[in-house]
Structure formats: C-alpha cells, structure tokens
C-alpha cells in the first residue's frame, strides 16, 4: 500500500498558476506510475495527466500545453505545473500511484480559478 498526500491547491485567478505535489510513503518500489485526475462538481473524474517511471508522460488535450508534470524520484514526490489556469480548471485534484494489479489514491486538493 501507498500513502499519497497532497499539496498546493488554492484559489487563484483566471491566468495564473498553481503548483501541486504529492508525496508517496509506503511501498514505493512498486509505483510503475504516477499521475494526477480531477473531478469537477457532478462530472466523473477524468485524468489529467501521468508520468511512467521511464519518464514518459501523458496529458489530457484540454491541458496540453498549460500543464506539466515531473517526478523526483528521490523524494518519492510527483508535481503538476499549472499555468494560464481557466474557470473550467476548478476541480478537486487527487494524486494517483500505480502498479501491478493495484492503485491509490491521495485525499485530494481544491483547486478554484476565479473568472
């Protein structure tokens, strides 16, 4: 089991940025993959975007170009750079961990962008 605790969520204005970390303890030497989702009011949770421990990474359309997200491998952590954030952005992130026929995921963090 993995523990993912989250960080960085806040309420920021339409065009700015906000950063997100996600620290993981517990069996970390099974992590295969880390990633961040989100889940808006009365939508479903979509991904947002996941780093493999190869490095490979993969975004939703709505945000490549705006997002990025990193892994220090080090520190067991992944983080989400968000800029030029929209209103559509406001969603509760939650942090996920992966590997062999398991997956967790963190508490979640608000994130709100005022138009």
């Known amino acids: 089991q993995v523990l993912l605790v989250e960080s960085g969520g806040g309420l920021v204005q339409a065009g700015g940025s906000l950063r997100l970390s996600c620290a993981a303890s517990g069996s970390i030497f099974s992590i295969n993959v880390m990633g961040w989702y989100r889940q808006a009011p009365g939508m479903q949770r979509e991904l947002v975007a996941w780093?493999?421990?190869?490095?490979?990474?993969n975004y939703a359309d709505s945000v490549k170009g705006r997002f990025t997200i990193s892994r220090e491998n080090a520190e067991n952590t992944v983080s989400l750079q968000m800029n030029s954030l929209k209103a559509e952005d406001t969603a509760v992130y939650y942090c996920y961990a992966g590997g062999s026929g398991w997956g967790d995921w963190g508490q979640g963090t608000q994130v709100t962008v005022s138009s």
């Open positions: 780093i493999a421990n190869s490095g490979k990474t």
